[in-house]
């Protein structure tokens, strides 16, 4: 009896001790587990934490695109050439949680307190609208068996098939439904529309530019009854010359270019922003745009935003100094009409419809003035006009002439085919049955140096280098073989000038010239004296400026200072940046070669027999250059080029110039030297300009005034 009373305490015991052995591990499990936990925490909240809040920061942070006045642009003296317009503006903002409901109530209200036009509205609009409206009827447009047949028939994914039944709904609205709104649903259409038209937190304009006093102040009473309606200041652009380089700006109607969507969505930017579309406003579009404001936004547990806090306000854009010199472009631009003017209403000038000028500082590159205009007959009065083109100045092509004959001769220089000084004969040179010549030789054997190939125009000088490069054996009336890497020879060289390449000025859309795929004998010396390949008007500026400040190819440029926006509209805001002076490379010469060609220029105004001599004649200022004819083709008729480049003052040069008139005749025997006239009235004009402000005043060095830049008058 006791034996079995012990082996049932024993199993008691075994019992005991299993159970507590169990919870042991029971709490010690737990005791893991809640240490495993709070381990966990800790690294979250301590290791983790701050790189989860800025995650969380992050999220909660949301760019919104109020409207701030795009950066203005001013010249060179502070004259204002592209300022901001303040107008009133209702906008509309809507949030994650809005829904169509929602906005189309408030359309309803805003449609009580101002007039929109409803001239934008769409046929596409409409059918929304209508389906918006009538919801139970727009679900009968398309039967439930269609939608089971589209839904579990077809091979679409439940997506595609929803996609497909609106698509269906939309189109079988009728047009007579389409034209069932009154004038009061469709005012409530237009508004509903821009409301529509954006992402969420990012302001719309409703209505902009023409909201009157009454409308202003009636909706910014009411705002407590408009969620998401706001009264705001818009801003127009407004251009104060009609310098075509300054570009232009998208209107918040017209939005983001469709060709360039992705990329300004990429970088934030909203549908109806407005941005550059071309020239200076696009080139620096980063500047010119501002800062877009940042806010948080507090959500409560639903989700729901309850409250908005303003991280950073929007900073307007950056102003840009010009290097353009308005006054100076004024008297240029008229000088450039007037001439062009009077040019077509003379003989032979069915095909003359340009002119340019480029007028710029050669030792930093700065543009001082950009002239280019077109001359069209006005189809309605007959009368002739004058249209602003200054972009052709970098983007039209033409054949040079005699003006790329300093190129030739630093080439043949760099190639050792001619030395300083050399005296060549100029003659008439027969290759097989085609006979050359310089214009001004009638038929004889002249001797002529350097200088004087330059100064008087020799054309068969040039062509002897030519012939030098290409070692060519030339005899009077054989053929010529020569080497035809002589093409690229010469293309390189022109090409460290700024010929045929591209110059590097800040603005888009630049041409890089013409160049000729012939390597004919004949080709080559047509090459030499700038009868072949083309170049833009700026280009010829960039090389005679080369030659000027001594042979560094310097970038020309139009941004001359980046500032922060005038605090006060008076007085210039403080300098961020200045723009930098860009060398792109150094020509293959001396400055002995240099000196010698600048003597040649030199020689074309003063010399006895230069092309251009008296041209600055009783002038307290002197200068050297080079003019230029050439043979081209306009509309398959015959025609003459017209060119002109130069710099001056010859010992410290402060300009250099480059004029090119295409097609002025379509006699190539008869034509003015219309290009001498343009630069003898453009250089004077630069240096009457230069004294006259150097007797101004100048107690307002210190400060930089704004001024409202002078009325230009062209189209």
Known sequence: MKKQVRKADQAKIRQRKHITFRMNFLFFSIFVLFSVLIFRLGYLQIVKGEEYSRELEKKEEIPINTSVPRGKIFDRMGHVLVDNDPKNAITYTKMTSTSSKDMLEIAQKLADLIEKDTKRITIGDKRDFWILKNPEKALKKVSKKEQLALEKGSSLSRIEAQRKINSLTRERVTDEEIESFTDEELEVLAIYREMMSGYAYSPQIVKSGDVTKEEFAIVSERLGELPGVDTTTDWERVKKSDNAILGSTTSPIEGLPKSREDYFLARGYSRNDRVGRSYIEQYYEELLKGQTTIVKNIKDR??????????????????????IDSELQQELEKIVSDKLLELKKGPNSQELDRAFLVMMNPNNGEILSLVGKQVVTNKETGKLEIWDYAYGTFTALHE???????????????????????VKIDEEIKIGGIRKKSLFNKGYRIPVSDIQAIGRSSNVYMFKIAMAVANANYRYGESLSIDKKAFDTFRQSFASFGLGTKTGIDLPGEAAGLIGDSTLTGILLDLSIGQYDTYTTLQLAQYVSTIANGGYRVAPKVLKEIRQPSEDGEILG???QESEVKVLNRIENTDAEIEQVKRGMHYVYYGADGTARNIFAGK????AGKTGTAQAFSNGKPTINLSHVGFAPYENPEIAYAVVIPNISTDQRVYKYAQNDIVKQAVDEYFKLKAKRAKEETSTAAKQPIIQAPEIESK
């Open 302 to 323: 639903k989700g729901s935003v309850v409250e908005t806090k303003t991280i950073r306000e929007g900073e307007p854009g950056k102003d840009l100094i010009l290097t």
């Open 400 to 422: 040079a002439g005699s003006t790329v004959k300093m190129a030739t001769l630093l080439t043949g220089y760099q190639e050792d085919a001619v030395s300083i000084g050399e």
């Open 574 to 576: 403080p300098l961020i």
């Open 620 to 623: 307290d200022y002197d200068g």
